[in-house]
């Protein structure tokens, strides 16, 4: 039985087949009852609350649909929020490069902190406050704020009854006629009830791409071989099930003089001596202070102070995701710093999340939350300090951070889904520095821009980092539409990417644009009677969607010195 596949049917014919409930007639308010399941109905149904399922609801709502939006855990946000990472964003961020809406988003979260914490004054003056003065960003911070600017963007529409929000739900069957989706089956995971979801227009915004085998709509996952795509970077050999590690992350805190060490997780010793399988080989054991740079697949050394001082001329990871710096807020506050571990010690590689029936789903889940544990019990009990001891025993979890009982996030943060099957796939000679020329791709049909270096975690089929330069790109409508399904999206992970092609494609800011051309794209065919293929075919109909997106604060071009 597979998992998220387990209830799917789908019919190639133009016969409808009901999956779930027979229908029942329509109430005035939009909904029935068929069986025990509701039917609720709307302009447009988004399964996936995460970056792109949000930004598609935004831009639908605003355009006047009115939505409903399924989300697996109980937070909206994704990898922002429910998997506990802070935003991996490019250079010039701050400027271009992403949607108003995105930037309202990151400017949300700075103004959260300035109105409610007692930040320094020289913090609350800074215009790019970062709360955490993490390396990996220009906005590090803790997963609950984002959720709650998000919320709050959301509201609005809450209130109206424009959204409906469904927490805790996951889709678990559709029904199709022919190509087309007719309604989506949701279960409350709670309490195990049904409801049918039924709009015009479906979206996909899941973390594995859910939707896909569910609606019968041509994907592939894995890796493809260099003769499939003429990528540089391909395998040699195609493989589905050669997908990159994902990571339980988690929070911790320092207390000096404290002692919160967790019981020692009970896969400890399989891991404190696992050395990960990979070509090239990894220098020695997973949890160590040293790793593979990605770039140069060299052994490279990382320090670790849980009190932020510097390592010497090795990156602390410590400093790296941290969210919280106690020196942006008065004394006292916060008595240490707060700091997220996604880290390459606890990317899982023994295997993938997808299309796998769901005993090994949660298998590997369960594996890659010891390993996250045994991480931690690692830094605080043999973990080498500089002053020659070993082991940081004030060390602390913080549940209350990623919302959950045992401080892991609430959701694996996975790095790639199903791929859609699309009109137009992405591939290295698009927007990779060497293969493109040194020059990106320009689509006649672009919808939005993103950017970030082509970085692939080791994988499940012991592959090690593929890691090398892009340039900064555009997201191709044709990337976004599938080659048959008619009125199903993808906005997440699952567009039409390669293996490659979708470590650039990944990111948070990237995520939020594909969401927001999609939520953009359903409203505009939706008023023009249109399908959403229909506008990229017609010339004319693509140049005025194009100048509506950029009505909205979607830009669709980089300038010239990006």
Same mark, same amino acid.
């Given at each position: 039985?597979?998992?998220?596949?387990?209830?799917?049917?789908?019919?190639?014919?133009?016969?409808?087949?009901?999956?779930?409930?027979?229908?029942?007639?329509?109430?005035?308010?939009?909904?029935?009852?068929?069986?025990?399941?509701?039917?609720?109905?709307? %302009?447009?149904?988004?399964?996936?609350?995460? !970056?792109?399922?949000? &930004? +598609? #609801?935004?831009?639908? *709502?605003?355009? $006047?649909?009115?939505?409903?939006?399924?989300?697996?855990?109980?937070?909206?946000?994704?990898?922002?929020?429910?998997?506990?990472?802070?935003?991996?964003?490019?250079?010039?961020?701050?400027?271009?490069?992403?949607?108003?809406?995105?930037?309202?988003?990151?400017?949300?979260?700075? %103004?959260?902190?300035?109105?409610?914490?007692? !930040?320094?004054?020289? &913090? +609350? #003056?800074?215009?790019? *406050?970062?709360? $955490?003065?993490?390396?990996?960003?220009?906005?590090?911070?803790?997963?609950?704020?984002?959720?709650?600017?998000?919320?709050?963007?959301?509201?609005?529409?809450?209130?109206?009854?424009?959204?409906?929000?469904?927490?805790?739900?996951?889709?678990?069957?559709?029904?199709?006629?022919? %190509?087309?989706?007719?309604?989506?089956?949701?279960?409350?995971?709670?309490?195990? #009830?049904?409801?049918? *979801?039924?709009?015009?227009?479906?979206?996909?915004?899941?973390?594995?791409?859910?939707?896909?085998?569910?609606?019968?709509?041509?994907?592939?996952?894995?890796?493809?071989?260099?003769?499939?795509?003429?990528?540089?970077?391909?395998?040699?050999?195609?493989?589905?099930?050669?997908?990159?590690?994902?990571?339980?992350?988690?929070?911790?805190?320092?207390?000096?003089?404290?002692?919160?060490?967790?019981?020692?997780?009970?896969?400890?010793?399989?891991?404190?001596?696992?050395?990960?399988?990979?070509?090239?080989?990894?220098?020695?054991?997973?949890?160590?202070?040293?790793?593979?740079?990605?770039?140069?697949?060299?052994?490279?050394?990382?320090?670790?102070?849980?009190?932020?001082?510097?390592?010497?001329?090795?990156?602390?990871?410590?400093?790296?995701?941290?969210?919280?710096?106690?020196?942006?807020?008065?004394?006292?506050?916060?008595?240490?710093?707060?700091?997220?571990?996604?880290?390459?010690?606890?990317?899982?590689?023994?295997?993938?999340?997808?299309?796998?029936?769901?005993?090994?789903?949660?298998?590997?889940?369960?594996?890659?939350?010891?390993?996250?544990?045994?991480?931690?019990?690692?830094?605080?009990?043999?973990?080498?300090?500089?002053?020659?001891?070993?082991?940081?025993?004030?060390?602390?979890?913080?549940?209350?951070?990623?919302?959950?009982?045992?401080?892991?996030?609430?959701?694996?943060?996975?790095?790639?889904?199903?791929?859609?099957?699309?009109?137009?796939?992405?591939?290295?000679?698009?927007?990779?520095?060497?293969?493109?020329?040194?020059?990106?791709?320009?689509?006649?049909?672009?919808?939005?821009?993103?950017?970030?270096?082509?970085?692939?975690?080791?994988?499940?089929?012991?592959?090690?980092?593929?890691?090398?330069?892009?340039?900064?790109?555009?997201?191709?409508?044709?990337?976004?539409?599938?080659?048959?399904?008619?009125?199903?999206?993808?906005?997440?992970?699952?567009?039409?990417?390669?293996?490659?092609?979708?470590?650039?494609?990944?990111?948070?800011?990237?995520?939020?644009?594909?969401?927001?051309?999609?939520?953009?794209?359903?409203?505009?065919?939706?008023?023009?009677?249109?399908?959403?293929?229909?506008?990229?075919?017609?010339?004319?109909?693509?140049?005025?969607?194009?100048?509506?997106?950029?009505?909205?604060?979607?830009?669709?071009?980089?300038?010239?010195?990006?």
């Amino acid at each position: 039985m597979k998992r998220r596949k387990f209830l799917g049917l789908t019919v190639m014919g133009t016969a409808s087949l009901t999956v779930g409930h027979p229908r029942e007639h329509l109430n005035p308010h939009g909904s029935s009852t068929a069986g025990n399941a509701p039917l609720l109905k709307a %302009d447009l149904v988004i399964a996936g609350g995460g !970056l792109g399922g949000v &930004a +598609a #609801a935004l831009a639908a *709502l605003r355009n $006047g649909m009115s939505v409903i939006l399924t989300e697996e855990t109980d937070w909206i946000g994704g990898q922002l929020t429910s998997q506990g990472v802070p935003p991996d964003e490019h250079p010039w961020i701050e400027t271009h490069g992403a949607p108003a809406s995105y930037r309202k988003l990151r400017e949300g979260i700075r %103004d959260y902190y300035r109105h409610h914490y007692p !930040l320094t004054p020289e &913090a +609350a #003056a800074r215009p790019h *406050l970062n709360p $955490g003065d993490g390396a990996v960003s220009r906005l590090c911070h803790e997963p609950r704020v984002a959720l709650a600017v998000m919320m709050s963007m959301l509201a609005p529409w809450i209130s109206n009854g424009k959204l409906r929000l469904l927490t805790e739900h996951r889709p678990v069957s559709a029904e199709m006629s022919g %190509d087309r989706v007719l309604s989506l089956t949701v279960k409350n995971i709670r309490n195990s #009830a049904k409801s049918i *979801l039924s709009a015009p227009c479906f979206v996909d915004a899941t973390e594995l791409g859910d939707l896909l085998p569910l609606t019968g709509t041509e994907y592939v996952t894995g890796a493809e071989s260099k003769s499939q795509t003429g990528e540089l970077h391909a395998s040699d050999q195609a493989d589905s099930t050669n997908q990159q590690a994902f990571t339980m992350c988690f929070a911790m805190d320092f207390v000096p003089g404290a002692d919160h060490v967790i019981d020692r997780p009970a896969d400890y010793s399989f891991w404190r001596d696992h050395v990960p399988d990979l070509r090239p080989a990894w220098p020695g054991r997973l949890l160590d202070l040293t790793y593979m740079h990605p770039s140069t697949l060299k052994p490279k050394a990382l320090g670790f102070h849980p009190e932020g001082i510097p390592t010497g001329d090795t990156l602390n990871l410590w400093n790296y995701r941290r969210i919280i710096h106690r020196k942006n807020f008065v004394e006292g506050h916060f008595p240490g710093d707060i700091s997220i571990v996604n880290w390459p010690q606890n990317d899982y590689m023994l295997g993938h999340l997808i299309d796998v029936p769901e005993k090994v789903f949660q298998r590997h889940v369960n594996a890659a939350r010891q390993l996250s544990l045994s991480l931690l019990y690692w830094l605080q009990t043999e973990a080498p300090r500089p002053d020659g001891g070993m082991g940081w025993r004030g060390l602390r979890l913080r549940p209350d951070i990623m919302g959950t009982a045992d401080g892991l996030a609430k959701y694996p943060y996975v790095r790639e889904s199903c791929r859609i099957k699309a009109l137009y796939t992405i591939r290295e000679h698009d927007c990779g520095k060497e293969q493109s020329g040194g020059s990106a791709a320009i689509y006649p049909d672009s919808v939005g821009v993103g950017y970030y270096h082509i970085d692939l975690h080791p994988s499940s089929r012991g592959n090690n980092y593929i890691d090398f330069p892009s340039l900064p790109f555009q997201i191709p409508l044709g990337s976004l539409l599938p080659v048959r399904i008619q009125n199903l999206l993808p906005a997440n992970k699952n567009i039409g990417t390669t293996h490659i092609t979708n470590g650039c494609y990944r990111l948070h800011p990237v995520e939020w644009s594909i969401g927001e051309a999609v939520g953009c794209l359903c409203a505009y065919a939706s008023a023009r009677g249109r399908l959403p293929r229909e506008v990229r075919q017609d010339t004319q109909l693509l140049a005025d969607f194009q100048q509506f997106l950029r009505s909205q604060g979607v830009e669709t071009t980089w300038p010239e010195k990006s």
